[in-house]
């Protein structure tokens, strides 16, 4: 089982602040299967970025991703009021597939 | 875009089963590549995923679950079901179904939640 290592746990920022999320990965992920979630309180996650950088229909281009191998980040350009959440990395090439424990985006 | 609702009790006894239903909106669950899964979170946690089937019936199970786990499809009635057999309060959680081309998932459905409780 691959096990992703999200950091940090907590980012505190400001609107029009510039977030950095990491995710690690035990092993190699294969064919760049990660994709980066978004959840908000009491809904349902919502897909941000698969392939390691591809945007998902209707994600703003503040949302962007990068990485290879065992290490992969989510950047957020520009924080808007509507950004902040909890953000899950997850990878789809091996099964079981897996989710990263989360990283909490709050405002400062 | 294919949209996604799960039903099913929310309210399980120790040791029963629990047996949830995804229904979609269309016909996609027949008529594309698709697999069909589900993913849970218990209360202030994280997610974890369950398994999926693929729209020929193969099916794939988290290995933690295994044992207890079945996910079928119906697509006379467009839905997938999951069951999850003899469950204790460790199984309390949201229930999200899940589709996605390949092993990703990019069709969520609002989430059920389901408390295990005597």
């Known amino acids: 089982e691959i096990v992703l290592t999200q950091s940090p746990a907590t980012l505190s920022l400001s609107p029009g602040e510039r977030a950095t999320l990491s995710c690690g990965a035990s092993q190699s992920v294969t064919k760049n299967y990660l994709g980066w979630y978004q959840q908000k309180p009491g809904l349902a996650p919502r897909l941000l970025i698969y392939?390691?950088?591809r945007r998902a229909t209707g994600i703003p281009d503040r949302f962007s991703g990068s990485g290879s191998g065992t290490d992969f980040t989510l950047t957020i350009s520009r924080l808007e009021p509507e950004d902040f959440a909890v953000y899950y990395c997850q990878q789809y090439a091996h099964s079981p597939l897996t989710f990263g424990g989360g990283t909490r985006v709050e405002i400062k | 875009q294919v949209q996604l609702q799960e039903s099913g009790p929310g309210l399980v006894r120790p040791s029963e089963t629990l047996s949830l239903t995804c229904t979609a909106s269309?016909?996609?669950?027949?008529?594309?590549?698709?697999?069909w899964g589900w993913v849970r979170q218990p209360p202030g946690m994280g997610l974890e995923w369950i398994g999926h089937?693929?729209?020929?019936?193969?099916?794939n199970y988290n290995p933690s679950l295994k044992s207890r786990v079945t996910i079928s499809l119906d697509t006379s009635k467009n839905q997938f079901s999951l069951k999850l057999r003899s469950v204790t309060a460790a199984d309390t959680a949201v229930y999200y179904c899940t589709g996605g081309g390949g092993w990703l998932t990019d069709h969520w459905g609002q989430g059920t939640p389901v408390t295990v409780s005597s």
């Open positions: 089937v693929f729209y020929s019936g193969n099916t």
């Open positions: 269309d016909d996609s669950i027949a008529n594309y590549d698709y697999y």
């Open positions: 392939d390691v950088s």
